[in-house]
């Protein structure tokens, strides 16, 4: 009987990514809807039998997706069935809603990775040149914009150094892709917390922000990359891309534990929801000043325990 339904919900549910996955390629309108929802079938399938009838799931998916479009969509299905498989995986084995959002990063961060691979080697398309070409235009366009609008022009010297600051993107495409796989990650385990709840009737939910807590080891791979940039390392080496990547990556998640404990503070404290909420949108428009505050003081939370020292205070 669980064999006969297995097979059911399996071809139900690629089913249902093949119709998302072709209105996702064709209708352009609602495809950044379709697109989010992609992951969802697989979450639902693996949340219910975990990850090895999941990969069959993922290989039929992948086929139809080739036949039904063009074999140029194959990263798609891989990209969102990973990422689902992870989440839904997870949610099998009832781990924590923070756990589940670590193990579906990794997945959608191995998707985007074979994503890269697949364009290099098929579609012959270096992306990292890609994207050196994009920058380059969009500087040009910005200086004939100012030419036109009567700005006086950038020297040499500042276009070098513009130059140079956008031509680091590149080197930080390791975190640029973490950051898209945490956000895929989040987005499509928020949804499918939903659906799931609604359809199987189980109390899946994010905890709140402000219980958000990262591990300590987190502040000592921090401080050791802090400690290798005083090495003078060689700046085209691949020590010197990775440990900016790593500060880069260590650093946002830092940030977002001084946010959480912000959170935590205002809601021990009583105070108003509207203060948490204002500093955020004031770091987001005095980045330069605040960030660095709030990276220092999701530190501090980590390394010295912060909130559990306002709890005893106020017990």
Known sequence: MNQSRQLTDGALLTAIFMILMLIATFVPIITLIATFLLPVPFIL???????????????????????????FSLPLPILMGLGGIMIGSAIYHRLSAYETLARGTIGFVIGLVFIFIFSQYVFQVNLVNEMNNMIEQSITMSQDVMN????EELSEEQMDMLTEQFGMLTDLLPVLIAIAGLLLAFISQWISYKVISRIDNKQLQFPPFRMLRMPVSLIWIYFFSLIMTFFGLNEDGMVYLAVNNVLMLVGILMTLQGFSFIFYYAYVKQMSKALPIASVALTVFLPFFLLYLVRLLGIIDIGFSLRDRISNDKK
């Not at 399938?45 to 074999?71: E, G, H, N």
């Not at 036109?148 to 700005?151: C, D, F, K, R």
């Open 45 to 71: 399938f693996a949340s219910r039998y975990d990850w090895k009838p999941s990969i069959v799931m993922l290989i039929a998916t992948s086929i139809l997706s080739a036949l039904l479009t063009s074999i």
């Open 148 to 151: 036109q609008i009567g700005i």
